[in-house]
């Protein structure tokens, strides 16, 4: 009885479990807000949406990504295809082939875009082709609120200004 579990069962590690333990070579990290209003790193799941946060540079905000994977590799194909459900047409990068991660070390690659600056969240994926895999992964970004000093500055300088010359408007009236 026992002779015949044990081969049962290496089929079943075999056809079921071994390509769950297969681990992705594409591994996609993008930002979030941390509860005290840090950017921190979170790792993308494909089919899982996480909500990014792009940082501003006005009129526009920057949404990066970084790509992790193990050498030995070089890469062949490198292709990020962003889609945005406020863009027309999907943004693009290519990269050229011959990059190289020595063995045994662990490479990033740094990937952003431009994209419209919002404050209610926006849909989008972004597509990750490298070598001979392709990856999609889905998210909602929204881009960070302004400074609150600035904003207090701003304030501040137009409560001066409308002191200084709205009181001598009134006055000549």
């Not at 494909?46 to 949404?63: A, C, D, K």
Request: aromatic share 12%; net charge neutral.
């Amino acid at each position: 009885m026992r002779l015949r579990v044990l081969p049962s069962f290496v089929l079943f590690a075999t056809l079921f479990l071994i390509p769950l333990m297969h681990a992705d070579s594409i591994v996609i990290v993008g930002d979030k807000l941390a509860p005290d209003g840090s950017f921190v790193s979170v790792t993308l799941v494909p089919g899982v949406y996480q909500l990014l946060v792009g940082r501003r540079y006005p009129p526009l905000t920057f949404l990066g990504f970084s790509e992790i994977f193990k050498g030995p590799a070089e890469t062949t194909v490198l292709t990020y295809t962003l889609t945005l459900a406020n863009l027309a047409s999907p943004l693009v990068q290519n990269f050229p082939p011959g990059g190289t991660c020595a063995a045994g070390d662990t490479c990033i690659l740094g990937i952003g875009f431009f994209v419209p600056t919002t404050f209610v969240p926006v849909g989008g994926s972004l597509t990750v082709h490298f070598n001979d895999e392709t990856e999609t992964f889905i998210f909602h970004y929204i881009s960070n609120a302004p400074e609150p000093a600035s904003l207090f500055f701003g304030t501040g300088v137009l409560g001066i200004a409308w002191r200084k010359y709205g009181t001598r408007l009134r006055i000549s009236r």
